[in-house]
């Protein structure tokens, strides 16, 4: 009786130890899903206006492997620069509307798609395969060093901000931004 007591409260603990393990492991499942999908995946278009704050410097690479230096690009034109990647959809759904808004203000704006090249998820060969697939033709440099994202902050793609002629950052917008948007920006920053 006492061995059969025994056998009977072994089970009970092993059957709240697993019951407790599932639980956790359900926890902690929608917790990763959840944190995944906001850093990754950012789809929801938020733009926000800021205190203009002096962009910061990175070096990059040009599409030939050649080094740049962002202040090089700037204090001419106003810029839109955008962080993106290849594997991401929100980036994907966005990159027709850059293009059309390249077409038309890239005389007045300078745009900087900034790849987040990071060598295993993201090279710059499946970058740049997608880019001449679709048919883009605005400038792509590769952030091999992930030294602008750090820079800049950029947590989830795509990350877009407007820089004035001064070089300040005047907005910024996380997610896909619908081309109405976009265009919306670049009208303040040519003004």
Known sequence: MKQQTKLIGILVILIALLAGAFVLYQNLSKKYKADTASEETSSVNDTEEQEAVTAPDFNAEDAGGKPINFFSLTGKKPIVLNFWASWCPPCKQEM???????????GKV??????????????????????????????????????AAY?????SLPTTYFINRDGE???????????SALEAQIKKLIK
Do not use: W
């Open 169 to 179: 950052i005047v907005s910024g917008a996380r997610g896909a931004m619908e081309e």
């Open 151 to 155: 820079n800049y902050q950029a947590e």
């Open 110 to 147: 300078d745009f900087v798609m900034v790849n987040m090249t990071d060598g295993a998820r993201e090279t710059k060969k499946k970058a740049s395969s997608f880019i001449k697939e679709q048919g883009y033709t605005f400038p792509v440099y590769y952030d091999t060093e992930q030294e």
């Open 96 to 106: 027709p509307g850059f293009e059309a808004m390249y077409k038309k203000y890239s």
